[in-house]
T-cell receptor
Framework: GNSVTQMEGPVTLSEEAFLTINCTYT??????LFWYVQYPGEGLQLLLK?????DKGSNKGFEATYRKETTSFHLEKGSVQVSDSAVYFC????????????FGTGTSLTVIP | GAVVSQHPSWVICKSGTSVKIECRSL??????MFWYRQFPKQSLMLMAT?????????EQGVEKDKFLINHASLTLSTLTVTSAHPEDSSFYIC??????????????FGDGTRLSIL
């Protein structure tokens, strides 16, 4: 089956620290992988995506590389800001899921000045 | 581009009331829309998949008669919580998928509706 396992939070970092949020997946076929961000009281916003192995998605200083050999899609940012405080969700979809997305449990990030 | 508008953003009503939530894709056509429910500090729980012109597909454990979904056009899906009770209080989020048969496109999310039943 399809599933996403995400690093549990909450994560608290000081401003300008390095961020890694781990995400591993199980999927049949060749999934596409996504990171979404949710700010308090809002819906989800697409942060980045990768559709095939070795692709690197990047946006707003965040990066994640699709690693088929380790079935991972870890989110990284070199220097976090207070404004990055949010909940981050890893997700996958694949041709055999009928367009359904599978989300991880979410990781709450708080960045302190 | 790819904006999804969800309305209302917050609704408070008495127990027994029916509440309708709208989800519109503003600048694209969405053959498929999804409805999620999110409890505090938890992930999204898929409730149903809404396909334009056909009946919605509900996930196991979601009451079809309680959560009525209508996807009458390529840009609008509605979720009606019928005879709402306090346990239905939650954050409801819709998403829309542009295109047909393209599995690697991201879902585009509305800003969610906070439903509070007194």
């Amino acid at each position: 089956g399809n599933s996403v396992t995400q690093m549990e939070g909450p994560v608290t970092l000081s401003e300008e620290a390095f961020l890694t949020i781990n995400c591993t997946y199980t999927a049949t076929g060749y999934p596409s992988l996504f990171w979404y961000v949710q700010y308090p009281g809002e819906g989800l916003q697409l942060l980045l995506k990768a559709t095939k192995a070795d692709d690197k998605g990047s946006n707003k200083g965040f990066e994640a590389t699709y690693r088929k050999e380790t079935t991972s899609f870890h989110l990284e940012k070199g220097s976090v800001q207070v404004s990055d405080s949010a909940v981050y969700f890893c997700a996958l979809t694949s041709p055999n899921t009928g367009n359904q997305f599978y989300f991880g449990t979410g990781t709450s990030l708080t960045v302190i000045p | 581009g790819a904006v999804v508008s969800q309305h209302p953003s917050w609704v408070i009503c008495k127990s027994g009331t029916s509440v309708k939530i709208e989800c519109r894709s503003l600048d694209f056509q969405a053959t498929t829309m999804f409805w999620y429910r999110q409890f505090p500090k938890q992930s999204l729980m898929l409730m149903a998949t809404s396909n334009e012109g056909s009946k919605a597909t509900y996930e196991q454990g979601v009451e079809k008669d309680k959560f009525l979904i209508n996807h009458a056009s390529l840009t609008l899906s509605t979720l009606t919580v019928t005879s709402a009770h306090p346990e239905d209080s939650s954050f409801y989020i819709c998403s829309a998928l542009p295109g047909v048969g393209v599995f690697d496109q991201p879902q585009h999310f509305g800003d969610g509706t906070r439903l509070s039943i007194l």
